[in-house]
């Protein structure tokens, strides 16, 4: 007997652009993720719906995804918003989504508010985490005690809860006394990048983020004005201008061998990874980068600071690296080694295409959402 499509709907505040496909200036890895599940889910028959901010085109319809808008980021007044508009707002459209699933993929306050509504109407909340330090009791990214006290309750109050690391899931075990499942997030991809010539002038190295402290972008440009002789490509901005991101913008136009491009739609970006030669990470910490997928999809060898489960090294998918100068030797030993580069490049892509595929991860998402719609 065949299962009955899923009601699920994506609370993704600022995946709008992600689904419709153009910048709204708040895209992530985790929303184009999300916007990706929800396109998947609607073309094998599910009814998705997606609730986001209202980016000047209202409730519509987008790749089969019903989307309901909830009002703009600076609608009401400072203080009061928090509860009118954006409460009241947020809990129209899931009364106007009508699912049996609600589905959230950020460590904030709205998991609590998403999981106060669901179980006084009998639905049910699944929540994805998205970074390490949402797996922290202290949870060291959240100050307003009231974030602090709304997440708490929607964690205990999923009804699953999914992460993509056993390090996630034994920080949740440990610090929350919660049980999650791991299932690898979904990506599409680029296509497949020819095999480079590591003889050129001057291979590129990619970096693709968003400019906060926890990225340090300001290694990659110790790293960059270390190595005149490779060029580096930033693709990424800031959620909002800082002194720290003035100062990041002044030094990083300064180097000759460096290319600020700002943040990019999906397709632009993949030009980038298909002419570079490596993928680059200087983060503190991650969750599971979307950007080590994209670059496992084309065979991108990635030298990197954070490493998930020890995936990097244990897989050889690049190299690891804990200071600028290790990050330098990283770098140097690929693009001066044609068969390390290569066994790498190969590697990395056999391991995207056998774990991060949509044909390889939906499948098990959809068994997991029939399972407690039951």
Known sequence: MQALPIKICFVAHNAYGALAGYDTGHIGGIERQQALMAAWLADNGHQVSMITWDEGHGSCEIKGVRVFTFGCREDGLPGLRFFHPRWTGLT?????????IYYYNCGDLGLGQLALWTRKHSRKTVYSVASEPDCDPQLPTLKPWRERLLYRYGLHHSDQV????????????TGF??????????CSGFTAKQAIDLDHAAPRILWVGRFSPEKRLDW??????????????????????????????????SLPNLILH???????????YNRACLLCCTSVFEGFPNTFLEAWSVGL???????????????GLGRTASSVAEIR???TAFLTNKELWQQTSSAAQAYFNTHH????VMPRFVQLFQHISN
């Open 220 to 253: 990659l440009l110790d790293v960059a004005e270390a190595l005149p002789q490779y060029n580096f490509d930033v693709a990424g901005a800031a959620n909002a201008p800082t002194e720290y991101t003035r100062r990041l913008h002044q030094r990083a136009e």
């Open 357 to 360: 595929t949509l044909e390889a």
């Open 92 to 100: 129209r459209a899931m009364k106007q989504a009508d699912a049996d």
């Open 177 to 186: 006394g919660i049980s999650a499942d791991i299932i690898p997030m979904p």
């Open 262 to 272: 700002g943040r990019l739609v999906h397709h632009d970006l993949g030009l980038l």
């Open 162 to 173: 999914i992460v993509q690391t056993r390090r996630q899931q034994a920080m949740l075990r």
């Open 301 to 315: 060898p990635i030298v990197s600071t954070f490493d998930p489960d020890n995936l990097i090294a244990s897989e």
């Open 329 to 331: 030797k990283g770098i």
